[in-house]
C-alpha cells in the first residue's frame, strides 16, 4: 500500500502502474456504469479520485457506500492533463473495509468551526483540520529542530509538582482524596493524609525546574503540556497547552531575545517550506494574505519597545480602548494588539515591565522599579511569548519571595541555583497553540488543539 502524499508528488512516475492505497470516501457518486469515489488517506491534502466501472463484482456495493466509508483500492494510476486533478486511479478491486452510515456528520459541504468542535473526533477528517494539525505537528518537529541543531538538551519537566511557578494560583489541584470527605485537621484540609503529604497541583509552567538544569547543561529548552485554571473563556486560553521553555545559561534579556526572534523566524519558515499545499490553503481560505506577512516577518526585524515607552504611546489612544492605560496596569490584549497592529505592524518586544505585575523570578532592573521581563507581541493574537532574566541574586531573590509571599522552605532547590555558582540566565516561554495560531491564521485556540480543554467544557 501507498501513501496518498508518495502518489501526489510521483503521480508521473506511477503513470499507468498498479498501486494500491487506504482510504476513505469523501464524496461518492455513480452513474449507470461506471463511478466517482474521492478518496483521502490523511498523507496529503489533496485526495484522489478513483474511477470504478460494472466490471467489478461488487460494483452494486461500491454504489451504496456512504460518505466516510474505509476502503482499499487496487487500480492503475492515469496521468490525466486535460482534467481539474492531475490523474486518477482506475480501480481494479475495492475491497470495503468499513462502511459508513447516511447519517456521517461530514458531509460534502461546508461545515462551521462551532459545529465541527462539536465533533472534535470527526473533525480532522475535514480539509481545514487536516492542514491545522499536519501544520501543528511540523511545527512542534521545527521547533525539536531548531533547539537540537543548536545543542540545547531536551528536559523533561514534571506535570505534577509543589510549586506555582507564575504566583497565580491559577493551579488545578492534584489529590486523591475523596473530596465529599476530606480529612482535616484544626478546621484546615490535613494534606498529610494525601498521596504526597502535601498540596499539590498540575503545573502551569516547567520553568523553575527547566532552570535547575540550565545551571548544569548551559542550554536546555521545555516542550510539554500545561495547565492554567485561568476563568478567562476568550479566543486565546486554554486550561491544557503546551510551552516550549527555553533557559539559556551566561545570557541576559538581549540575548534572549534574540534566540525567540531567530526561533521564530526559523520555524516560520520551515513550515512555509514544508506545507507550502496547507499554508496556500490558509492564505485562501482563512486568512488572505498570510503567506506575504509570514514571509515578511521573516525578513524583517522585531520592534522593540519599554513597557515604558509603550505606556506613554498608548496613553495617546486611550479613547479607543475599554480598559484606559497608564503606569503600572497589566496590558491587556486589546493594547498588545494595538501596539503590534497600529503601531509597529510586526511583532514587537515590550521590555522592562514594573515588577508588581511580573513573577517573583524575574531580575529586578536597577531602577528598583521594573524587572527584565520581555513579552513577544504578534499581530492577529497579542502575547506569544513571555520571558525574561532571571534573578540570579541570592539575597534580592530571597526578598521578592518575601515580597510575593513565598515560603523559603517551598523553593529551597532554586535559592540553591544562586548559591552554587549562580550565573546570568534568561529564558522565555512560547505558548505552542498561539504558536499555531500565528502560524495557521485560525482565530480560535480551541481550533489547534486536537481536543480543547477551556472553562466548562472537557468533552472527549
Ligand atoms: O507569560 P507566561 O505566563 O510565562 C511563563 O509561564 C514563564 N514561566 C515562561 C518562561 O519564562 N519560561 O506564559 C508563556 C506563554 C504566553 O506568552 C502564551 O503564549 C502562553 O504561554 N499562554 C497560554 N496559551 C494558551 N492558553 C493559556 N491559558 C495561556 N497562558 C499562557
Ligand atoms: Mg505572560
Same mark, same amino acid.
Given at each position: 500500500?501507498?501513501?496518498? !502524499? ?93 462502511? %459508513? ?10 461545515? %462551521? ?89 498540575? $503545573?502551569? %509552567? ?29 479566543? !486565546? ?55 506575504? !506577512? ?17 505606556? $506613554? ?74 520571558? %525574561? ?72
Amino acid at each position: 500500500m501507498i501513501n496518498i !502524499r508518495d502518489l501526489h508528488h510521483n503521480y508521473k512516475d506511477y503513470d499507468g502502474k498498479v498501486v494500491t492505497i487506504g482510504g476513505w470516501v469523501r464524496s461518492i457518486r455513480d452513474s449507470k456504469t461506471f463511478g466517482f469515489m474521492v478518496v483521502n488517506d490523511g498523507t496529503f491534502f489533496e485526495p484522489v479520485q478513483v474511477v470504478y466501472a460494472d466490471k467489478l463484482d461488487n460494483f452494486e456495493t461500491i454504489c451504496k457506500l456512504n460518505v466516510g466509508a474505509a476502503v482499499i483500492v487496487t487500480g492503475q494510476v492515469k496521468v490525466t492533463p486535460e482534467m481539474k486533478q492531475p490523474f486518477e486511479i482506475h480501480a481494479d478491486e475495492v475491497v470495503i473495509e468499513g462502511e %459508513s452510515t447516511p447519517d456521517y456528520p461530514l458531509q460534502k459541504k461546508r461545515h %462551521s468551526f462551532e459545529y465541527l468542535r462539536t465533533i472534535s473526533h470527526l473533525r480532522p477528517r475535514t480539509n481545514t483540520f487536516q492542514a491545522v494539525f499536519r501544520v501543528r505537528s511540523l511545527t512542534a518537529y521545527a521547533i525539536h529542530k531548531f533547539f537540537q541543531e543548536r545543542d540545547f538538551v531536551y528536559v523533561h519537566t514534571p506535570l505534577i509538582t509543589g510549586s506555582d511557578c507564575e504566583g497565580a494560583g491559577e493551579m488545578f489541584q492534584v489529590t486523591t482524596m475523596d473530596l465529599s470527605n476530606v480529612p482535616t485537621k484544626d478546621g484546615k484540609v490535613d494534606y498529610s493524609q494525601d498521596f504526597f503529604g502535601k498540596p499539590t497541583n498540575l $503545573t502551569v %509552567s516547567g520553568q523553575l525546574n527547566g532552570e535547575t538544569y540550565a545551571m548544569a547543561f548551559k542550554n536546555i529548552y521545555t516542550f510539554g503540556p500545561t495547565f492554567r485554571a485561568e476563568n478567562s473563556n476568550t479566543t !486565546r486560553h486554554a486550561a491544557e497547552f503546551w510551552m516550549i521553555e527555553p533557559e539559556i545559561a551566561f545570557a541576559d534579556l538581549t540575548d534572549d531575545m534574540m534566540l525567540a526572534e531567530s526561533m521564530l523566524k526559523y520555524v516560520i519558515s520551515y513550515v512555509l517550506e514544508h506545507a507550502p499545499e496547507e499554508m496556500a490553503f490558509f492564505n485562501q481560505f482563512v486568512d488572505k494574505g498570510l503567506i506575504e !506577512r509570514l514571509e515578511h516577518v521573516v525578513n524583517s526585524d522585531f520592534g522593540r519597545i519599554t513597557y515604558t515607552d509603550a505606556i $506613554t504611546e498608548l496613553e495617546k489612544h486611550n479613547d479607543e480602548f475599554d480598559y484606559k492605560v497608564y503606569w503600572g496596569c497589566d496590558l491587556q490584549t486589546e493594547h498588545e494588539r494595538y501596539l503590534t497592529e497600529k503601531i509597529f505592524k510586526r511583532p514587537v518586544f515590550v521590555t522592562d515591565y514594573p515588577k508588581e505585575i511580573k513573577a517573583f523570578y524575574m531580575k529586578l532592573n536597577e531602577d528598583g522599579k521594573t524587572v527584565a521581563a520581555m513579552d513577544c507581541l504578534v499581530p492577529g493574537i497579542g502575547e506569544i511569548i513571555g520571558g %525574561s532574566q532571571r534573578e540570579d541574586d541570592y539575597e534580592v531573590l530571597k526578598n521578592r519571595m518575601a515580597e510575593c509571599g513565598l515560603k523559603e522552605e517551598d523553593y529551597e532547590f532554586y535559592l540553591d541555583l544562586r548559591k552554587y555558582g549562580s550565573a546570568r540566565h534568561a529564558g522565555f516561554g512560547l505558548g505552542f497553540e498561539r504558536c499555531v495560531m500565528y502560524l495557521t491564521g485560525m482565530g480560535n485556540i480551541r481550533d489547534v488543539i486536537p481536543f480543547p480543554r477551556t472553562v466548562g467544557n472537557c468533552d472527549l
